[in-house]
Each structure stands twice: as structure tokens, then as C-alpha cells.
């Protein structure tokens, strides 16, 4: 008996220990996950890179795009050190779990050994007959009976239990050369990752040493281009206060007043954070929300409250939601744009060529918008894409489905 509670605690950590090798699967998964996700980023960067090279040979452009790729592979880079981390962990764990089943394959087969020897001894039927007649009483006799069918049982689970467990040895053995082996490649992808990033680096210091001979010029167009970006903000901005003032014609609220499907609207707007869908079917965030440094001449701070979205040329923008067009509008210095309300928020979509909407218009999610704008001297195609709590600027990354 003081073996069997031994053989019932280690059956007990085989049964919590997966839950922390789970954990690490988890973990891998959702790496693999984000590595697949950084890898199409840098094929969609190489497809931008290439299309832009057609029509431009600007500098500046081509050290932009350069160092969006270096970013994106020094991530891809630190997500396989991750992944490489822990698959050291899930190899150790699997490892200690093979020893363990080791252990205890061998002490059930010593237990188990003992079983066939003790049934060896008392196998003949007159001997289990005298037993159950040499009973003091009709209980006694019953106790003894029940106690041959029991043991017989627990020989037979004693024979399941080994079975089973040189199953999961197997198993197991065949699981940890499956994840030694899914480790070579990541140490041997990061090798060939990080030869890549090095030549990347070296043509970056190159663009860079022939750039920074007219820095000074090229700091002054990145602040003539931040404040007309100002100047267009400001704008928007004004179209969002003149329709919340448009929705309290009896007071002076700063905030819509919504109708009961409007309430739904935003409630159900509200419900879709980080699921909501790209308004371009593909391409790659250039610009992020918030105070940055700008990618080239990193000294100088620019501030973006939307994402610019570079994608290919003659793409469509789609509505991210179900809303309302609440303006289609045109400002001097920049491309025309769309305003959608669903309920008390907004979207934008910036920066297009031709518009298929017109204020009024009822939106369904994924609904045509317009043309995306291409740029004939830089070759780029670029959405400017932002998300209005109201009159508030928020973070469209963090609604989008990433």
C-alpha cells in the first residue's frame, strides 16, 4: 500500500505538470503566431519597396522604407530569440517528463513483477477454496472473495497503467526530437534573419551619410509637411464640432446627442474594439499613432493622432463599420477624405483619389469608400486612417483586428 500511494502522488504530477508545459505551448503558438504575421509584413514592405523604386529615386523614400524593414526584422528577430527561449524550456520540461515516466515504468514493473510472483504462489484453485472455507463466517468468507476479485482487477490495472505509460515514453520521445529539430531552424532562420539585417544596416549608414549633407533642408520639409498635416487636423476637427452642434440644436452640449439607434451604434462600435476590420485589405502601417521621431532625421519629433497605411496602388478604402457619411471633404494641401459617424464615434479615410460615397449615405461594414491616393513622385499609396471618440483622437491600432 505505501507503494501504491507512491504510484497515486507521481500519477498526480503527471496530471498538474502539463498545465505548465501548456503554458509554454501556449506561448509558442502565439509566437509562431506574431512571427508569421512580421514575415508578411516584411513581404508586403519588399512589394511596397519595389513599387515605389518604379516611379521614384528620392532618398529620403528609400531610407524610409529601409528602416521600416530593419524595424520589422529586428522584431522578427526578437521574437525568435523568444521562441528559441521557450522551446529550451518545453525540451527541459519534456526531458524531465520522459525521466520521470522512466522512473516509474520501472517501479511498476517491480511492483507489477511481484504481483505475477505472489499470484504464482497462490494460483491453485484448492488453496483460494481453503482460504474461503477456513472463513470464521458467512462475512469473513464474503470479504475474502471480494478481496481475490479486487486484486485481481488491480493486477490488470497494474498491467493497463505499464502499457500506458511506455505509450506516452514513446510518445513523449517522439514529441522532443519533433521540437529539438524546430529549434535548429529557428537558430538556423535567425542566422540567415540576421545576415540580412546586417547588409540592410550597412545600406542604411550608406542613404544615411549621403542624406545627412542636406539634413538641414530636409528638417525644414519635414516641418513645412507637419503643419499643413496641423492645418488639415484642425479642419476635420472643426467638421466633427460643427456636426455635435448640429446634433443639440436646444442646448450647448460638446457631446452628440444620440438617437436610440445611434446609442446602439456606438455601443456596438464600442463592443468591436480590436476586432474591427482594415480599411484597406492590405498593407503596412508607415506612421503610428502619437509623438515619434521621425524615421529619417530622428532629432525631430512629428506627432500623427491617426495611422498612415501604405498599400498598393489603385487599392480601395473600405468603412470599418456599419455608420453614416457624416462628410466628404476637400482641403487646400491635401487629398480628399470621408467622414463616417457610427453613433458617438468616427472614422476617417484619408488621402483618396475618387470617393464613392456622398454625405447621408447609410454604411455597412466593408463597404466600398473610395480610391486610395498614389503619389507620383514618391510612387507611394498611403491612407491616412483615424478613429474620433467624439471630438477625442484615439488610438486606431487598438480597434483594428491585428
Do not use: C
Request: net charge positive.
Amino acid at each position: 500500500m505505501k507503494f501504491l500511494s507512491k504510484i497515486s502522488f507521481f500519477l498526480l504530477l503527471i496530471s498538474i505538470t502539463p498545465l505548465n508545459a501548456q503554458n509554454y505551448e501556449t506561448r509558442q503558438k502565439n509566437l509562431e503566431a506574431q512571427k508569421i504575421s512580421l514575415k508578411k509584413e516584411i513581404n508586403q514592405i519588399n512589394s511596397l519597396i519595389a513599387e515605389s523604386k518604379k516611379k521614384s529615386k528620392n532618398l529620403s523614400n528609400d531610407l524610409e522604407d529601409l528602416q521600416l524593414k530593419i524595424s520589422v526584422r529586428d522584431k522578427l528577430i526578437n521574437v525568435n530569440n523568444s521562441q528559441l527561449n521557450n522551446l529550451t524550456n518545453i525540451i527541459y520540461n519534456q526531458t524531465e517528463k520522459i525521466t520521470d515516466l522512466e522512473t516509474d515504468l520501472t517501479n511498476l514493473k517491480s511492483e507489477y513483477e511481484k504481483i505475477i510472483y505472489n499470484s504464482y504462489k497462490k494460483r491453485s484453485t484448492e488453496m483460494k477454496l481453503m482460504f474461503l472455507f477456513a472463513s470464521e463466517n458467512i462475512n469473513q468468507a464474503f470479504n475474502r472473495f471480494q478481496y481475490f476479485k479486487q486484486y485481481s482487477k488491480y493486477r490488470k490495472k497494474q498491467a493497463d497503467k505499464i502499457v500506458l505509460i511506455q505509450n506516452q515514453i514513446m510518445q513523449s520521445i517522439d514529441s522532443l526530437e519533433i521540437r529539438k529539430k524546430e529549434k535548429q531552424n529557428i537558430i538556423e532562420e535567425n542566422r540567415n534573419v540576421k545576415q540580412s539585417l546586417t547588409k540592410e544596416k550597412i545600406q542604411q549608414n550608406y542613404l544615411f551619410k549621403n542624406l545627412i549633407k542636406n539634413q538641414k533642408n530636409y528638417a525644414l520639409e519635414i516641418n513645412k509637411k507637419e503643419k499643413q498635416t496641423r492645418l488639415i487636423d484642425n479642419e476635420i476637427q472643426k467638421l466633427i464640432r460643427l456636426a455635435i452642434a448640429e446634433s443639440n440644436k436646444n442646448n450647448n452640449s460638446t457631446n452628440f446627442s444620440l438617437t436610440p439607434e445611434g446609442r446602439l451604434i456606438s455601443t456596438n462600435f464600442q463592443a468591436n474594439k480590436g476586432r474591427l476590420p482594415w480599411p484597406v485589405k492590405e498593407g503596412v502601417i508607415i506612421r503610428r499613432f502619437g509623438t515619434q521621431p521621425h524615421p529619417v532625421v530622428r532629432t525631430t519629433k512629428i506627432n500623427s493622432n491617426g495611422i498612415s497605411i501604405a498599400t498598393s496602388p489603385n487599392s480601395i478604402a473600405y468603412s470599418v463599420f456599419d455608420g453614416e457619411v457624416l462628410s466628404v471633404y476637400g482641403f487646400s494641401g491635401g487629398n480628399p477624405g470621408v467622414l463616417i459617424r457610427h453613433g458617438k464615434y468616427i472614422s476617417n479615410y484619408q488621402n483618396l483619389s475618387s470617393i464613392f460615397v456622398k454625405k447621408g449615405d447609410k454604411i455597412q461594414a466593408n463597404d466600398e469608400i473610395g480610391v486610395v491616393f498614389t503619389n507620383e513622385s514618391s510612387g507611394k499609396t498611403v491612407l491616412k486612417f483615424n478613429v474620433f471618440n467624439e471630438m477625442k483622437p484615439e488610438n486606431p491600432n487598438i480597434w483594428l483586428d491585428n
